[in-house]
Each structure stands twice: as structure tokens, then as C-alpha cells.
């Protein structure tokens, strides 16, 4: 499975086959929906690169944004049959690592850049340059009071916006995690123990969030907070692991589902 699939993706693709009333994975046709670069990749180094995420509205099937690793983000009104690439976040080959639609106010999305998946201290274009943020809900990006330079050597890795409340939201990056209370307008740093691979909320419970670490040394650990992010416990280790996943259901809302390499 690739580093940039991640599980939640997985449980989308196949909320669209029930759609379809088609339950066999092997009967589908894929075809390519883009976004495409010109000219295309004949290398690792051109074209748009890896596509680490894909965001679809909450409110319109139809809509979404895709964000590569070295390529900026695109978004699609017409459920990927034609895409429209975003302003300013191509200028710097801009890699995106998370891209996330506010539930309550699908008009606010925030992205965050850089490659959480390739930035390996080789390349300064793998690193964040901050957290951007979008009130038209993606046609333009802005800077959030989260920015760096390059050579910060910066990753941010997720993102979460609570599902009532849009103005709180939570990042996780390798300095650990930070709250925003205000729509990202000020910041307090809430966890630096480790550095953070993924996160998830409680489907039923905001105030409850699950959080892996990022440990190239080969043991990561499983954290959770019941405060809807001001305070974190460990639950979990996972020995042999350098990074994990995290997915969750409201099918099984305290099943909590972990897949690490």
C-alpha cells in the first residue's frame, strides 16, 4: 500500500462502490482522471508527482481538491472529469501533505504543505512552507499565522477541523501538535513529546483524538487525548514501526484501526 493512501481513502472508495450497488472490486473499470501536468512525467523529478491527498466537500460530491507531493493542488467541480489548477500553489513546486474541508462551513478548507511522505533532509522543496488557508472554498489560498522558510526544515502532517466548531483546529507536524481556537488566527502548542504522523477524531466524540508518532528509530507510539486535543496520554506502542496510520468508523466508533510500516 502506498505511504500516500491512506485508509480513510480507502473506506471513500468504497462508500462510492455501495453507491454503484456493485460490490466487486475486481469488475470495476478505472480510467485516468487527472490531474495532468504538460509536458507529462518521464521522470521522478517532472510532471505533478505523487498525489498524497484527495478532499471531497461535504456538501457536493462533485467537488474536490487533489494535492501532489511536488506539484500544488488542483481542484474539480465535475467529480474529476476536468481540473483547474490553484492559484499560487504551484509557484515553488509546492508540495502538499494534507488537505482538509471544514463540516460545518464547506466553504473553509485548510491545505498543508509540504511532503510528509518524501522529505527526507535531501531536498529543501520536500519541506513546508506553512498552513494555508481558503474561504472560498479552495478557489484561493492564504497564509495562516503557521509559516516557515524552506530551510526551516519544516513538515506538517495532518490537519483536523472540529466537525461543529470551525473555528478550532488542530495540526500535527514533526515538532508535535498545535490548537487553534480562533480559525487559526493565534496557535498554542499542545503536545511536543514526538514527533506526530497522523490523527483522527472520534466518530461520535470530538472531544476525543487519536494521534500516532513518526520515530525512524523503529518504535512508534499511539496517543489519545479526551479533551478535544489540550492534553494527551499514551494507549499504545508498536514496536518495529516507523510510522503509522490511523482510521476509524462510525460502524465501530470505538474500534480504532492502526496500519504501520
Known sequence: LPDA?????????????????????????WEKYGPFKTPESTGRSQGIGRVNDLAISPNNDNYMIA????????????????????????QLSLGISDIEFSKSNPNIVYMATGDANGTLGSNADYYSVG??????????????????????NKVITKILIHPSNSDIVIVSSRDGIMKSTDGAETWTRVFTTTSIKDMEFHPTNPSIIYASSMNFSGNNNIYKSTDNGDNWGLI????????????VTPDAPDNVYLLSC
Open 236 to 247: 499504545h506502542q508498536i514496536s518495529s514501526s516507523r510510522r503509522t496510520e490511523i482510521a
Open 67 to 90: 494535492g501532489a507531493a511536488s506539484g500544488g493542488a488542483w481542484r474539480s467541480s465535475n467529480a474529476g472529469q476536468s481540473w483547474i489548477e490553484i492559484d499560487m500553489t504551484d
Open 5 to 29: 493512501m491512506r485508509i480513510k481513502k480507502l473506506a471513500e472508495f468504497y462508500k462510492v462502490l455501495d453507491k454503484t450497488k456493485n460490490n466487486s472490486v475486481q469488475s470495476v473499470t
Open 131 to 152: 498552513l494555508l488557508k481558503s474561504t472560498d472554498a479552495g478557489v484561493s489560498f492564504n497564509e495562516t499565522n503557521i509559516y516557515y522558510e524552506l530551510s526551516e
